[in-house]
């Protein structure tokens, strides 16, 4: 089935510092599925951070970037200087396009250092 | 826009005991979501609707755990015989038009089974 594997745990890095999370996934349902990574701040609700739903194209919001790399089945989530109130938890979701629901990763704790 | 909003936030249940999670999805969302988050697990697809008519609840433990959609202003899950396994933070969400547009969460259920 379609599934998503992003990097497991904790990462942390100091402030100003450039982070990358990875992510890839595997879509039997459907060759080109839509992808998504989400964001959850300390006390919020999950929330979208960006979306790419076209294979090659590059997805960016509040600093981060992610490029959907279909030779890779990748969409790894990038920022090249990270601050402090970037700490959250990120997943990686993906959705085929046969109308099925959204499939998230574990999950990745960012954290932040002075 | 009060966003997905989920009640109660905390649940504490004894060993056995039924458990009614509540969700009251966006006002003009069609698909309603319902997931469960654990450290191990992370984020698990339990069950959605669409349009409030069950589309796919292959998520669910075929036991104790049921869901419905009695109106398109609210949802609930409910968990016959808690047990402690069953404690996790249950999320719930809606999106306008299925799967492959921006989901939003509510902040979720706490649920603990003592």
């Known amino acids: 089935g379609d599934s998503v594997t992003q990097t497991e745990g904790q990462v942390t890095v100091s402030e100003s510092k450039s982070l990358i999370i990875n992510c890839t996934y595997s879509a039997t349902s459907i060759g080109y599925p839509n992808l998504f990574w989400y964001v959850r701040y300390p006390g919020e609700g999950l929330q979208l951070l960006l979306k790419v739903i076209t294979a090659g194209q590059k997805g960016s919001s509040r600093g981060f970037e992610a490029t959907y790399n279909k030779e890779a089945t990748s969409f790894h989530l990038q920022k090249a200087s990270v601050q402090e109130s970037d700490s959250a938890v990120y997943y990686c979701?993906?959705?085929?396009?046969?109308?099925?629901?959204?499939?998230f990763g574990t999950g990745t704790k960012l954290q932040v250092v002075p | 826009n009060a966003g997905v909003i989920q009640t109660p936030r905390h649940k504490v249940t004894g060993k056995g005991q039924e458990a009614t999670l509540w969700c009251e999805p966006i006002?003009?969302?069609?698909?309603v979501f319902w997931y469960r988050q654990t450290i191990v697990q992370g984020l698990e697809f339990l069950t959605y609707f669409r349009n409030q008519a069950p589309i796919d609840d292959s998520g669910m433990p075929k036991e104790r755990f049921s869901a419905q959609m009695p109106n398109q202003s609210h949802s609930t899950l409910k968990i016959q015989s808690t047990q402690p396994q069953d404690s996790a933070v249950y999320l719930c969400?809606?999106?306008?038009?299925?799967?492959?547009?921006?989901?939003?969460f509510g902040k979720g259920t706490r649920l603990t089974v003592v």
């Open positions: 969400a809606s999106s306008h038009s299925g799967t492959n547009t921006e989901v939003f």
């Open positions: 979701a993906l959705s085929a396009n046969s109308g099925t629901y959204q499939r």
């Open positions: 006002s003009g969302h069609s698909a």
